[in-house]
């Protein structure tokens, strides 16, 4: 769940002591009774920024790394790179703000280089960093090899869900392969140690605590921090919020129905303009997006890079567009170069970019080049932070028996997104289960109190998991409630971007339970869409 903040596209938890013990153990936190692992010497880090290598990267972001251990129940076991990238605060500097896109899986560095402007304002107090977390982009990324299609190719085969004994044997077989190209850092990939490793890098930066903006599955990271190190949250904004109980199989669902609402959206404002590719017939048209998906999953659609384009795929690319109104234009545009043409350039700039696959895991702990980040990175690392985030691992009996009424409820929820959401729920299988920590112990942080903003129209995050995850977080949590449409509000509402600049550099917070209006403006009037 990428927070969208330009119109180019982004490429989305223990009963008794004994078992809290090794739960978490298991999620690299030393168990009260034990000895704490030495990280004094990840602590005495700071950051030798640096001008980027990448030369396509803005010429005024920086770019430095800190060194965090793979495991931190045992830190002397292996260590690896994260990534950082900054613009340097141009105002009276009061320490710096970190950033999260979202994802899981986005990585930090290319969203602050194409998405720097929305974030200028914050440089009046703060050095505006970000970074690409553990598994992500430049920091030992995962990746689940060449071929890595061949678990969501058996659910492009709508008969696939009609066996599944055999999809449930690929999708082992798929896990196998992510664990054989991921290096090291997959068992150790997952939310709650990229919360430690933020704790590591604010101490790089030289800040007693965090100030943070998170965005979508941002939230949830931030989260994590506040419950892992409350006395260290400084101002923390979360937008977009994550739920923080519900399971993989029910925010599937939430997912669904909230993207089918804005392809509900999309439609209605396509078949007003005669240059729709699906006619002005808005019942048809809806039927036509259907059958389409359909027809790609029987006959994918070659590329211009040798490989198909299968219904899933334009599923997967629709979903980004629909992040924000900014992008139908474009949107209606690649859709139309599919349906009259069969050119899938357009709709490809939606779905996940990346570079070229390079052979082999990334094992050795340091950063790698933009160049060699693999195409499936994203992918990837969504699937295994949260699969890792995740403690419900049903066995194949069980998804055996559940897989028709699962199937009915996600088509239920959307005839066109229900079916890729499914696949991601079923891809943790052959996976190790994840922690509990996230679901159990997540709750009633005692820290400074931090902004939760919620957006009504939120296709990806529904405005009630803002509400339930404030509950839970309890009277530290400051809800602001966006009125608008979009994944997230910092980008799209004038108000929100006010709201959460005000606190970040203020100190200044909006009464809990204020909202946000819509912003009044035609969105089709201010946007400078791009062609794809």
């Known amino acids: 769940m990428l927070a969208k903040l330009s119109t180019r596209p982004a490429v989305r938890r223990?009963?008794?002591?004994?078992?809290?013990?090794?739960?978490?153990?298991?999620?690299?936190l030393p168990?009260?009774?034990?000895?704490?692992?030495?990280?004094?010497?990840?602590?005495?880090q700071k950051v030798t920024w640096a001008a980027c290598k990448d030369p396509d990267m803005p010429k005024d972001l920086q770019c430095g790394k800190v060194t965090v251990p793979l495991d931190y129940a045992r830190p002397r076991a292996g260590t690896l790179d994260v990534a950082l990238a900054r613009y340097r605060a141009t105002g009276k500097k009061q320490g710096s703000v970190l950033l999260n896109f979202g994802g899981p899986g986005g990585a930090g560095i290319p969203g602050l280089a194409t998405g720097g402007k929305e974030f200028m304002d914050l440089t009046n107090g703060y050095d505006v960093v970000t970074f690409d977390p553990r598994g992500v982009g430049r920091s030992s990324p995962v990746s689940c090899g060449e071929g890595s299609d061949d678990a969501s190719s058996a659910m492009d085969d709508e008969t696939g869900l009609d066996h599944p004994r055999a999809l449930l044997a690929k999708l082992r077989?798929?896990?196998?392969?992510?664990a054989r190209h991921s290096g090291l850092v997959l068992p150790h990939i997952g939310t709650v140690n990229a919360s430690r490793d933020l704790d590591v890098?604010?101490?790089?930066?030289?800040?007693?605590?965090?100030?943070?903006?998170?965005?979508?599955?941002?939230?949830?990271?931030?989260?994590v921090y506040a419950a892992l190190f409350p006395h260290k949250v400084g101002r923390i904004a979360l937008d977009g919020v994550d739920t923080l109980t519900e399971p993989l199989s029910e925010q599937g669902v939430a997912a669904a129905e909230g993207q089918q609402t804005a392809l509900d959206d999309f439609l209605d404002w396509c078949t007003t303009?005669?240059?729709?590719?699906?006619?002005q017939d808005r019942r048809a048209a809806g039927d036509q997006v259907v059958r389409l998906v359909h027809s790609l999953d029987t006959n994918p659609a070659p590329t211009d890079f040798g490989g198909s384009f299968s219904g899933q795929n334009l599923v997967g690319a629709i979903g980004q567009a629909l992040y924000s109104k900014q992008l139908w234009p474009s949107l209606e545009r690649a859709l139309a170069s599919l349906v009259q043409d069969g050119d899938t350039r357009g709709v490809l700039n939606?779905?996940?970019?990346?570079?070229?696959?390079?052979?082999?895991?990334?094992?050795?702990?340091?950063?790698?080049?933009?160049?060699?980040?693999?195409?499936d990175n994203l992918e990837a690392a969504l699937m295994a932070i949260n699969c890792a985030d995740d403690p419900d691992r049903p066995g194949a009996a069980q998804i055996t028996k559940d897989l028709k009424n699962l199937r009915a409820e996600y088509e239920q929820a959307s005839p066109v997104f229900g079916r890729y959401r499914l696949t991601e729920l079923l891809m943790c299988y052959g996976r190790p289960k994840g922690t509990d920590f996230i679901r159990e112990r997540v709750k009633n942080v005692d820290s400074a109190r931090?902004?939760?903003v919620g957006t009504r129209g939120d296709p990806a995050t529904p405005y009630r998991w803002t509400v339930e995850t404030a509950a839970r977080l309890g009277p530290s949590a400051v809800v602001l409630d966006n009125k608008g449409d979009g994944h997230t509000g910092y980008s799209s509402s004038t108000c929100v971007h006010q709201k959460i600049d005000d606190f970040l550099l203020y100190g200044s917070l909006p009464p809990s339970g204020s909202s946000c209006p819509a912003d009044g403006n035609?969105?089709?009037?201010t946007t400078n869409a791009t062609d794809w």
């Open 14 to 28: 223990c009963a008794g002591t004994g078992v809290l013990a090794l739960a978490l153990l298991g999620a690299g």
């Open 31 to 44: 168990a009260a009774d034990r000895p704490q692992p030495d990280l004094s010497r990840f602590y005495r």
């Open 173 to 178: 077989r798929a896990a196998g392969q992510c």
């Open 273 to 279: 303009d005669v240059a729709c590719p699906f006619g």
């Open 450 to 452: 931090m902004l939760l």
């Open 522 to 525: 035609d969105w089709s009037a």
């Open 350 to 375: 939606f779905a996940t970019s990346g570079s070229g696959l390079p052979p082999g895991g990334h094992g050795n702990g340091g950063l790698v080049d933009p160049q060699d980040v693999p195409a």
């Open 201 to 223: 890098i604010r101490q790089a930066l030289g800040d007693k605590k965090l100030n943070y903006l998170g965005f979508s599955y941002g939230t949830r990271l931030g989260a």
